[in-house]
T-cell receptor
């Protein structure tokens, strides 16, 4: 299994440009999520999905869109990039809740480092 | 509101010595707590979690964590540190729903030969 894959690894954008960060997993996980990692702030949840066709907002959703048309893919779209979106973006996936065992571990991709000029 | 704090930006330990990485939390209700590790240029990897039950939780790579309800802490420990344990460690708490986690700012562990 490839696990969780993300493309691209690095990206530089100009303010106002749009782009899509790709995320795919081959573990048949129902739950997928996007985080951004900023120095001194840990990871913050942007959007998440509990299954194909179902998405919801996390802690910092403004400026980002997501969709989940298949179980495998969960792309993150930046509509109009801003310098405040300069960050490292991580995609993660996990199985849905297993009764009595609490939240399942999340598997993280290698990240996309985005710079917005 | 749920929150988690990691009071140390960096912890330095000599190889072979015990290590502790500290985490305190604030939640309403029963806490679901996690530790993840990030090696350079990699995504996070799961180490262990606390749901309920035993206060000492054992995880991957010889790590364990001690849950202390009265002190609202969930410190990560290892009896004998390895140089290969050098990484960035994140404590996290569940907030508001399944796998919706709030992460601490991270603690960088440096193990010296």
């Amino acid at each position: 299994n490839a696990g969780v894959t993300q493309t691209p690894k690095f990206q530089v954008l100009k303010t106002g440009q749009s782009m899509t960060l790709q995320c795919a997993q081959d573990m048949n996980h129902e739950y997928m999520s996007w985080y951004r990692q900023d120095p001194g702030m840990g990871l913050r949840l942007i959007h998440y999905s509990v299954g194909a066709g179902i998405t919801d907002q996390g802690e910092v959703p403004n400026g980002y869109n997501v969709s989940r048309s298949t179980t495998e893919d969960f792309p993150l779209r930046l509509l109009s990039a801003a310098p405040s979106q300069t960050s490292v973006y991580f995609c993660a996936s996990s199985f849905r809740r297993t009764s009595g065992r609490g939240d399942n571990e999340q598997f993280f991709g290698p990240g996309t480092r985005l710079t917005v000029l | 509101a749920q929150s988690v704090a990691q009071p140390e930006d960096q912890v330095n330990v000599a190889e072979g010595n015990p290590l502790t990485v500290k985490c305190t939390y604030s939640v309403s209700g029963n806490p679901y707590l996690f530790w993840y590790v990030q090696y350079p240029n990699r995504g996070l990897q799961f180490l262990l979690k606390y749901i309920t039950g035993d206060n000492l939780v054992k995880g991957s790579y010889g790590f364990e964590a001690e849950f202390n309800k009265s002190q609202t802490s969930f410190h990560l420990k290892k009896p004998s540190a390895l140089v290969s344990d050098s990484a960035l460690y994140f404590c996290a708490v569940r907030s508001g729903g399944y796998n919706k986690l709030i992460f601490g700012a991270g603690t960088r562990l440096a193990v010296h030969p």
